[in-house]
């Protein structure tokens, strides 16, 4: 079974500022993606950032990276430089065997000006 | 093709009406998905297709639930004789099947109200 947690159901940062969602897994599987998505009020999700179980580098997307620590299956996402625009729940997922998705319960983020 | 459609957006219907909804994927994607979305919880697994076949179905998707992939293109998903607990946001996910790391694209939802 695969589960995925996010223990922060929300949070806030002001704008410019940095912030970590948090996010842990468990999984039996050797190999699998782990990714984060956002999804902005009354819009669908969209993905911010991916990364491969097997790559040692931590994933980055101009001012989105991740702090992928695989022994500990902990997979937080940064944001740097905060913009009202990231304001969303964001959630984690893990796809372990190239079927589906499962994701964790999210965590509201507001952007405060 | 601006990305993954559903139609309605929302619906509201008695309990113990049917109700069905559609989803149009990325024209070239094979997988479809179907998860159900409520209140402060992430996305739950329904179901998934490649081209027209249904590959795996969650064992949250009961008998009342029937989803098919005609063509293998637009998806749609069936509720018989709706209760209140199907009061959910059902969304709509396409991808491509090559590679674990293909995301998911997905559309903006179905709000299904059950009064």
């Known amino acids: 079974a695969q589960t995925v947690t996010q223990s922060q159901p929300e949070m806030s940062v002001q704008e410019a500022e940095t912030v970590t969602l948090s996010c842990t897994y468990d999984?039996?599987?050797?190999?699998?993606?782990l990714f984060w998505y956002k999804q902005p009020p009354s819009r669908q999700m969209i993905l911010v950032i991916r990364?491969?179980?097997?790559?040692?580098q931590n994933a980055t997307e101009n001012r989105f990276s991740v702090n992928f620590q695989k022994a500990a299956k902990s997979f937080s996402l940064k944001i740097s430089d905060s913009q009202l625009g990231d304001t969303a729940m964001y959630f984690c997922?893990?796809?372990?065997?190239?079927?589906?998705?499962?994701f964790g319960t999210g965590t509201s983020l507001t952007v405060i000006p | 093709d601006t990305g993954v459609s559903q139609n309605p957006r929302h619906k509201i219907t008695k309990r113990g009406q049917n109700v069905t909804f559609r989803c149009d994927p990325i024209?070239?994607?094979?997988?479809l998905y179907w998860y159900r979305q409520t209140l402060g919880q992430g996305p739950e697994f329904l179901t998934y297709?490649?081209?027209?076949?249904?590959?795996?179905k969650s064992r949250l998707l009961s008998d009342r639930f029937s989803a098919e992939r005609p063509k293998g293109s637009f998806s749609t998903l069936e509720i018989q004789r709706t209760e209140q607990g199907d009061s959910a946001m059902y969304l709509c996910?396409?991808?491509?099947?090559?590679?674990?790391?293909?995301?998911?694209?997905f559309g903006q939802g179905t709000r299904l109200t059950v009064v």
């Open positions: 997922a893990i796809r372990p065997t190239g079927n589906q998705f499962y």
């Open positions: 999984t039996s599987e050797n190999n699998y993606y």
């Open positions: 990364q491969e179980a097997y790559k040692q």
């Open positions: 024209s070239e994607h094979n997988r």
């Open positions: 297709f490649q081209n027209e076949a249904q590959l795996e």
């Open positions: 996910a396409s991808s491509l099947a090559q590679g674990w790391g293909t995301e998911a694209f």
